[in-house]
């Protein structure tokens, strides 16, 4: 009978780890969505512990914007993407051709994204860009 307890114990947490997983990405969904109706977005996706689903407490969640025409400078560029940020959504941006640059650098981020990332929006254009 304790075996049982036991195992149902783990089902629950597994289970509750998950719902807290789909919503911290939906929260980088909502957070996307809405820079996306300020700005045309080529792809969204989040990397890190929240898409491998090892977060904690205390995790950010890593969402990577690819959009064309961002602001080259970086305090305009994370103004422009920190105005809709929502609780532990972490922004950061590249342009399609920073991406790729920072691929072939092998940017850890950018390595997660493409190894284990969740794709929010564009997909197609995201692949093409991370291989």
Not at 20 to 40: C, F, H, K, W
Not at 43 to 69: P, Q
Not at 94 to 119: C, K, Q, S
Request: aromatic letters at 4%; glycine letters at 8%.
């Amino acid at each position: 009978m304790g075996g049982r307890r036991l195992g149902r114990t783990v089902i629950r947490a597994v289970a509750e780890r998950h719902a807290e997983q789909e919503r911290l990405i939906g929260e980088a969904r909502t957070y996307v969505e809405r820079l996306a109706r300020r700005m045309p977005v080529v792809a969204a996706g989040v990397a890190g512990s929240v898409a491998r689903g090892d977060f904690n407490l205390w995790s950010d969640v890593d969402v990577v914007v690819v959009a064309e025409n961002l602001p080259q400078r970086v305090p305009e560029r994370l103004e422009l993407l920190w105005r809709d940020k929502l609780g532990a959504v972490q922004p950061v941006g590249f342009t399609p051709d920073e991406l790729r640059t920072e691929r072939a650098r092998r940017n850890p981020l950018v390595r997660e994204l493409a190894a284990r990332g969740v794709i929010l929006l564009g997909e197609p254009r995201l692949r093409e860009l991370l291989t």
